[in-house]
């Protein structure tokens, strides 16, 4: 019961924070604007940087947003049939409902990873993810279980035509991002 418990929670969870970060970049995350590319006087790309305070803003907000969520979630939580948990398709869907709850314990952390590769001759391949993670308790009749969250959704990926430093690229956005105490107990 424990597992199929998690399991719902943490599809939810899921759900929400993936929500929440497609919602808040698609307003405001352009990679033109965030990313500045510097080129010398052949075209050739000589430095890239992030704008940092544009990227933990909007982390920011993406951390606030998946908090009011997940204090919904909190107060509302989940239900399945009892069935559910034997794993067989024919009763599933009977049984008497199993509420699960939950609560947000510990921090809302919002980074981002960024990935270079070769995308073929004179191209590389930029991606950025969000990272977001949390941890709270599902609680079930009579049983309480921790469980931490990570969803990682990318947010951009754009190919880099040109010729590229041959000193290794390296963004440093571990630094970004944003931690927020979870508003439960």
């Known amino acids: 019961m424990v597992e199929v418990a998690d399991s719902q929670m943490r599809t939810k969870i899921v759900e929400i ?3 929440t970060v497609l919602t808040e970049y698609s307003k405001r995350f352009n990679y033109d604007k965030i990313m500045n ?3 010398d006087k052949q075209g050739n790309i000589t430095l890239l940087r992030a704008d940092t305070l544009k990227m933990n803003s909007i982390a920011c907000d993406v951390s606030l947003e998946a908090q009011r969520e997940l ?3 909190q107060q509302i939580g989940i239900k399945f049939p009892l069935g559910y948990m ?3 398709n024919l009763i599933a869907y009977y049984g008497p409902n199993v509420k699960v709850r939950m609560e947000p314990i510990g921090y809302i952390e919002t980074k981002y990873l960024s990935n270079f590769e070769s995308a ?3 191209q590389t391949r930029h991606t950025i993810y969000v990272q977001v993670k949390t941890n709270v308790k599902v609680i079930i009749p009579f049983k309480t279980d921790v469980i931490e ?3 990682q959704v990318p947010i951009c990926e754009t190919i ?3 010729k590229t430093p041959e000193t290794a690229i390296d963004m440093n956005l571990d630094s970004a991002g944003f931690k927020m105490k979870s508003a439960g107990k």
Request: overall charge positive; charged content about 35%.
């Open 17 to 19: 924070i993936s929500k």
């Open 37 to 39: 590319i510097d080129k």
């Open 71 to 73: 204090k919904k979630l």
């Open 86 to 88: 034997f794993k067989n």
């Open 120 to 122: 073929g001759i004179n």
């Open 149 to 151: 969250v990570k969803n």
């Open 160 to 162: 880099i035509v040109g």
